[in-house]
T-cell receptor
Framework: GAGVSQSPSNKVTEKGKDVELRCDPISGHTALYWYRQSLGQGLEFLIYFQGNSAPDKSGLPSDRFSAERTGGSVSTLTIQRTQQEDSAVYLC?????????????FGSGTRLTVV | AQTVTQSQPEMSVQEAETVTLSCTYDTSESDYYLFWYKQPPSRQMILVIRQEAYKQQNATENRFSVNFQKAAKSFSLKISDSQLGDAAMYFCALAITGANSKLTFGKGITLSVRP
């Protein structure tokens, strides 16, 4: 597609429920990143995928968070047993490759509200 | 580990005037890129300008320019002839070449433009 697409745009869920957030990167972009933006904070790195390599999960805040990328394209971020502190905007970005010189294209994010 | 610091949470500028947004960073790496991103209410991060660390010349993009002081690890953004459409959150970010090239962000600054 023309840009990075994220769905849903907004999600309200009850505490304790599981949620899935979807990211559809730009076609041909091999690198995909998930970030979390909490109120008043910058973006916090969560996880990174590059081609068929093992993902870098070093930013995931707890084992309730997981992500997968199927076929080197669409990625899903799953949060199990959601907590109120999980409320944030979750942003996805994709890049042509490993080098920062390629730049990054961001989606519009999913605003998650846990009530 | 890398850190990016934006110490000013908010700034305001009169339309048509010039404003400078501050950013400092810390890294022990020598090969990196610095970025300024704009985030309007639509939430999508938009690249404003990018600087390669090995380039001494400051990057410019139309009304946007940077003052890159490598020794001081400072990377400020100057917006000239400010326009109402410049009102947004601005994030400074750093990416190290190699590894996963993830972006490390500052907390952002909210810029308002007075008509």
């Amino acid at each position: 597609g023309a840009g990075v697409s994220q769905s849903p745009s907004n999600k309200v869920t009850e505490k304790g429920k599981d949620v899935e957030l979807r990211c559809d990167p730009i076609s041909g972009h091999t690198a995909l990143y998930w970030y979390r933006q909490s109120l008043g904070q910058g973006l916090e790195f969560l996880i990174y995928f590059q081609g068929n390599s093992a993902p870098d999960k070093s930013g995931l805040p707890s084992d309730r968070f997981s992500a997968e990328r199927t076929g080197g394209s669409v990625s899903t971020l799953t949060i199990q047993r959601t907590q109120q502190e999980d409320s944030a905007v979750y942003l996805c970005a994709s890049s042509f490759g490993l080098l920062p010189a390629y730049g990054y294209t961001f989606g519009s994010g999913t605003r998650l509200t846990v009530v | 580990a890398q850190t990016v610091t934006q110490s000013q949470p908010e700034m305001s500028v009169q339309e048509a005037e010039t404003v400078t947004l501050s950013c400092t960073y810390d890294t022990s790496e020598s090969d990196y890129y610095l970025f300024w991103y704009k985030q309007p209410p639509s939430r999508q991060m938009i690249l404003v300008i990018r600087q390669e660390a090995y380039k001494q010349q400051n990057a410019t993009e139309n009304r946007f320019s940077v003052n890159f002081q490598k020794a001081a690890k400072s990377f400020s953004l100057k917006i000239s002839d400010s326009q109402l459409g410049d009102a947004a959150m601005y994030f400074c970010a750093l990416a190290i070449t190699g590894a996963n090239s993830k972006l490390t962000f500052g907390k952002g600054i909210t810029l308002s433009v007075r008509p």
